[in-house]
């Protein structure tokens, strides 16, 4: 694969994004390149594009396979393992919601569940600390829930419900 400047300025941007979300740049750069390549590339063929270390490629497709972004396949004739995407757009941000759910909410649920318990048993917390304690509690339940339930939602149901956007906000309004 060559990449024409308009991959390459895909490839670098999302890159920089992944640094802004907390993933390495390699990692998200690896995991751009690889969803635009109409095939599966080798380690070798990742290497030479991005002149990255082979190490630092190595560590990357590790840990985008074990995101679930990523998966090992290989070429007839070709001992080389080679690498794809997931192609679909729709299946790629399940995936990343569903880390970033595992990573980073279920933690937080979790301690504000303690903290919620903790702090009701304290008597020298003062009632609004113990109350935004609590709001933060629900909100997070309340994510937490929404995602559970959106995520059995075809794809198909989204794409129809982000296109009706905020019109939609007119029948459930009170």
Same mark, same amino acid.
């Given at each position: 694969?060559?990449?024409?400047?308009?991959?390459?300025?895909?490839?670098?941007?999302?890159?920089?994004?992944?640094?802004?979300?907390?993933?390495?740049?390699?990692?998200? =750069?690896?995991?751009?390149?690889?969803? @635009? /390549?109409?095939?599966?590339?080798? %380690?070798? #063929?990742?290497?030479?594009?991005?002149?990255?270390?082979?190490?630092?490629?190595?560590?990357?497709?590790?840990?985008?396979?074990?995101?679930?972004?990523?998966?090992?396949?290989?070429?007839?004739?070709?001992?080389?393992?080679?690498?794809?995407?997931?192609?679909?757009?729709?299946?790629?941000?399940?995936?990343?919601?569903?880390?970033?759910? =595992?990573?980073?909410?279920?933690?937080? @649920? /979790?301690?504000?569940?303690?903290? %919620?318990? #903790?702090?009701?048993?304290?008597?020298?917390?003062?009632?609004?600390?113990?109350?935004?304690?609590?709001?933060?509690?629900?909100?997070?339940?309340?994510?937490?829930?929404?995602?559970?339930?959106?995520?059995?939602?075809?794809?198909?149901?989204?794409?129809?419900?982000?296109?009706?956007?905020?019109?939609?906000?007119?029948?459930?309004?009170?």
């Amino acid at each position: 694969m060559k990449m024409s400047p308009a991959v390459e300025k895909y490839v670098l941007h999302w890159g920089e994004m992944g640094t802004r979300w907390g993933t390495n740049r390699s990692v998200a =750069q690896i995991q751009a390149l690889l969803y @635009l /390549s109409p095939q599966p590339m080798s %380690a070798d #063929e990742i290497v030479e594009l991005l002149s990255l270390a082979r190490s630092n490629v190595s560590t990357a497709l590790r840990e985008l396979q074990s995101y679930g972004l990523v998966r090992m396949t290989h070429v007839l004739g070709d001992r080389r393992d080679y690498f794809e995407s997931l192609h679909d757009v729709w299946e790629l941000f399940r995936v990343i919601i569903e880390q970033r759910k =595992q990573r980073e909410l279920n933690p937080t @649920l /979790s301690m504000l569940r303690k903290c %919620a318990a #903790e702090v009701d048993a304290e008597s020298d917390t003062d009632a609004v600390t113990k109350d935004r304690i609590r709001n933060m509690l629900t909100f997070v339940e309340n994510t937490s829930d929404w995602y559970e339930k959106i995520q059995g939602v075809p794809t198909t149901t989204l794409q129809k419900l982000m296109k009706l956007g905020a019109g939609i906000t007119r029948f459930v309004q009170k």
